[in-house]
Each structure stands twice: as C-alpha cells, then as structure tokens.
C-alpha cells in the first residue's frame, strides 16, 4: 500500500490567494483528519471526517478554510484568501475502523504565505 | 482544544541513558492513549499505545507508564540511541479523533 499520499509537499504563495492541499487515503481506510503543525501550537486538529462525512470542524480557525471529501479516497482542504498567520505544516491521516486505532499520517505539506 | 499536556518541550540525553516524557490530560473520557514519533520532514509515526485498563506496556527499549487516577502518563525510553533522536508527541482519544501534545524533541548525544 501507498500510504497517505498528500500534495504538493511545497507550496509558497502570495498573501490572498487561494491555496488547495490535497489527501489520498490508505485504500479501505474510513476517517480522514486534517491537522496543523507549528511551533508555537503543536499539532492541531482542524477536522475530521468519517465515511466523507465530516464529523467535527471546530478545529477550523475561521471561515477561510474550507475541506471536502468528495469519495472515500479523497479530501482537499483549501484556504482562501491566505495570509501570513496560516504558514505550517498541514497533515492529513487516516484510520480503519472506529476508536482506538493507528493513524496513518501522509508526509505533510509546508505552506509559506508571503 | 489543548487537553493533553506534555513535557518537557525539548530534552537532551546521554547515549545509554534514559528519556522520559511526560503528558497529562484532563477529559476523563479519554480511554486510547498512543505515542506518536516523528522524524523531520515526515509525518508522525506510531510508537506504542495504551488503554486505562493497564498500567504499563512495554516494547522494545519503549515503556508507557498509565496513572489513572493521576490522569497522567509517560514515555520511558530504556538505552537511548542516536537513532531515537526526534519529536515524540503523546495523544489521547475518547472515540473521536486524536488530540495531541506540543511534542517534546528529543536530542540523544554520541
């Protein structure tokens, strides 16, 4: 198996526009978290999905953020507009089955606002 | 949304010695208690875990101690090892998703 796949694992862009950070889960896989990582916050948790219905968004700093789960294999988290504040690293992971199982964690994307 | 709280933020340790981290969490729901190990440039990794009905899981050179009264738990890593040298984040669940701990980095010296 792939594992989660996430893309770009780059990405640098201006202050106001719009970003879109993408998420392949593990085939079989049914929850879909998407997380932030900074220095100063840790690992945060923004939303997360089950059987591409999202579960819990309150994680979500504010209404520029956004995610979908379009199929079972898929999810995007998009910003829009994009400031400075939201630069880290963003992960998507994913379980099998329900409480208490292993989260599979993609490699991250680095986003850069400037 | 910080319910776990981990210590300390950074720890440098000796090759041979042992690492210990600390967490401590609040909701008394929790009931999954995993180690995550994360490497730079990846994403985090599981390590071991626990359930509240033990109070101790060992593997490998990896130890979790479980105080449910204290609601707290901790990482003991046995003969650390350069290799070992990464941020380790605690977390917990109470059948939802994964809340996690700042992470401590963990600097094992040669």
């Known amino acids: 198996d792939a594992g989660v796949i996430q893309s770009p694992r780059h990405e640098v862009t201006e202050m106001g526009q719009e970003v879109t950070l993408r998420c392949k889960l593990i085939?079989?896989?049914?929850?879909l978290f998407w997380y932030r990582q900074t220095m100063m916050r840790g690992l945060e948790l923004l939303i997360y999905?089950?059987?591409?219905?999202?579960?819990?968004d309150s994680g979500m700093p504010e209404d520029r953020f956004s995610a979908k789960m379009p199929n079972a294999s898929f999810s995007t988290l998009k910003i829009q507009p994009s400031e400075p504040r939201d630069s880290a690293v963003y992960f998507c992971?994913?379980?099998?089955?329900?409480?208490?199982?292993?989260?599979?964690f993609g490699q991250g994307t680095r986003l850069t606002v400037v | 949304q910080q319910q776990v709280k981990q210590s300390p933020q950074s720890l440098i340790v000796q090759k041979g010695g042992i690492s210990i981290i600390n967490c401590a969490y609040e909701?008394?729901?929790?009931?999954?208690f995993p180690w995550y190990q994360q490497f730079p440039g990846k994403g985090p990794a599981l390590l071991i875990a626990?359930?509240?009905?033990?109070s101790e899981k060992k593997e490998g050179r990896f130890t979790i101690s479980f105080n449910k009264s204290a609601k707290q738990f901790s990482l003991h890593i046995m003969d650390s090892q350069p290799g070992d040298s990464a941020t380790y984040f605690c977390?917990?669940?109470?059948?939802?998703?994964?809340?996690f701990g700042k992470g401590t980095t963990l600097s094992v010296s040669s």
């Open positions: 992971a994913s379980t099998k089955g329900s409480q208490g199982t292993e989260a599979f």
């Open positions: 085939s079989g896989h049914n929850s």
């Open positions: 999905f089950n059987n591409n219905v999202p579960i819990d």
């Open positions: 909701n008394t729901a929790f009931d999954y």
């Open positions: 626990i359930r509240p009905d033990v």
């Open positions: 977390a917990a669940e109470a059948g939802t998703a994964l809340i």
